[in-house]
């Protein structure tokens, strides 16, 4: 008998253990709202090798929207990941950085690449994307976020509440902009990818 309630008990935690996890694959993001945005002590200022052309761009970041993506920009700032990518994707919206592969002379995989460190959960909120927003790339999975982010470039209203916005710029967006206007590869089969290489320097975590 107590064999058998101790295999009935065991049988249980299995099914309920199985059960959370689906559960927990099949559950929505929670969506942070109403809180407005602080900035955090430390702010990021990414610095082009081309400082001439394109400056410096500064950004507050936000940790009390997302805590964890913001946690991990400074992580990977600080080991020295971003130095040397470049900005990948340009258009009328948005730039986009952050990603290893463009370190390569392979054009052919930019967008594609990430830090060795495990995606983040996605950390959604009310505040809109408009223009100097900073946000975190990620693919369909809506929590794979992990090193590739954007500054947007106009308001976009359908990326509200859908993509994890970590900061916004507070100096530097007509330095952003002038990279929005840089000639793209389109001869090359990217109506998006700058047509020469848009290099970060580094990107340091100074006080704000």
């Not at 008998?1 to 009935?8: A, K, W």
């Not at 470049?86 to 009328?92: G, L, M, S, V």
């Amino acid at each position: 008998m107590n064999r058998l309630i101790i295999f009935l008990l065991a049988a249980s935690l299995l099914v309920m253990t199985g059960c959370g996890v689906q559960k927990s694959k099949s559950s929505k993001p929670i969506i942070k709202t109403g809180v407005t945005p602080q900035a955090d002590p430390e702010a990021a200022v990414i610095e082009f090798e081309n400082s001439g052309a394109y400056g410096s761009v500064k950004i507050e970041l936000y940790s009390n929207i997302a805590p964890e993506m913001v946690k991990r920009f400074k992580v990977l700032a600080a080991q020295g990941f971003y130095d040397g990518t470049t900005i990948h994707r340009i258009n009328d919206s948005v730039i986009q950085g952050g990603d290893p592969n463009s370190k390569d002379a392979d054009p052919s995989n930019d967008g594609m690449g990430q830090s060795s460190l495990p995606d983040l959960r996605a950390e959604f909120s009310d505040i809109p994307y408009e223009r100097g927003i900073v946000g975190a790339a990620r693919s369909t999975d809506v929590n794979s976020a992990n090193s590739q982010f954007f500054i947007t470039m106009k308001r976009v209203p359908g990326w509200d509440r859908s993509y994890t916005v970590f900061g916004r710029v507070i100096e530097g967006i007509s330095n952003a902009a002038t990279i929005q206007g840089a000639p793209t590869d389109r001869a090359g089969g990217s109506p998006e990818r700058p047509l020469d290489d848009i290099r970060i320097k580094t990107i340091k975590i100074v006080p704000r």
